[in-house]
């Protein structure tokens, strides 16, 4: 999905909704345009299902590698846990998750092996989707209303393949002008997150600098990737019990929330 919204969002004065101002309405700075979001754990609750497909990845990988006498020492080979998902996976390409997550058990594999154990990841992944459904935050639906209806340009910044689909399932595309996923990182080459060159090209194809577009993530290395391409704001949401606030805030988010909503208006 492509829009050039050069001639619409760059140089317009602060947006005011019915009652106000950006600020006011959004909680985000008035100079901001732009809202580039994440998706899975942003949007909607995807997030749950990609860490259920890595841990039946994993696991079915490791378990294998523990019984058939390659590999490491058979203490190496604990179950991928939530805490495995969040340092080493969420928010990354799906290649740099499987090897990074291998790395941290001392495990190396040819690319063959990564792509395979990815590539199973993705087909778990899209069972669970097709039997599950997709939900999106009511929160989040909120949230993208009010910034639609305050004339915020919205764009979807993924690290996922997937994107299209779960967007279209989870009836989110109407809000969305701009989607830059995993599948057009690829395509342009582009180092995942926590780089920031996939937030960099949304804000390219929005038509705004990087001061004028604020960056949604609930994974660290998003974070990361909003703090290093010197966007004008950056929310962390923390979907993980609240267990994450301190972590974004040291990883340099400008405001920690467990919801979208609570930004908006009158919401707490």
């Known amino acids: ?95 740099d998750g499987v090897r990074n997550f291998l790395a941290s058990r001392n495990v190396t594999v040819d690319d063959a092996t990564a792509d395979a154990i990815g590539e199973g990841k993705n087909n778990r992944f899209t069972a669970l989707l097709q039997r599950d459904g997709v939900t999106p935050y009511p929160g989040s639906v909120r949230y993208l209303q009010a910034a639609s209806d305050a004339g915020l340009g919205i764009a979807v910044v993924t690290s996922s393949k997937n994107g299209a689909a779960v967007l279209d399932a989870a009836d989110l595309s109407k809000f969305i002008r701009v989607r830059v996923d995993g599948i057009e990182v690829a395509r342009r080459g582009l180092p995942g997150k926590p780089a920031p060159d996939s937030y960099l090209l949304g804000a390219e194809l929005m038509g705004v600098p990087a001061a004028q577009a604020a960056v949604f993530e609930d994974a660290l290395s998003g974070i990361e990737s909003g703090v290093a391409g010197k966007f004008g704001y950056v929310v962390g949401i923390d979907r993980v019990g609240g267990t994450q606030a301190a972590s974004m805030t040291a990883a340099g988010a400008d405001v920690v929330v467990t919801d979208l909503d609570q930004l908006l208006e009158g919401e707490s």
């Open 1 to 95: 999905m492509r829009f050039d919204a050069r001639t619409t969002l760059a140089h317009r004065a602060p947006y005011r909704s019915k009652t106000g101002t950006v600020s006011e309405v959004l909680g985000l700075p008035d100079a901001i345009k732009v809202a580039l979001f994440d998706l899975d754990g942003v949007l909607t609750t995807t997030a749950v299902l990609h860490r259920t497909a890595w841990g039946e990845a994993f696991d079915a990988f490791l378990s294998k590698r523990s019984t058939d006498g390659s590999g490491q020492p058979n203490e190496d080979y604990r179950p991928f846990t939530e805490q495995d998902y969040l340092d080493y996976v969420d928010g990354r390409p799906r290649a």
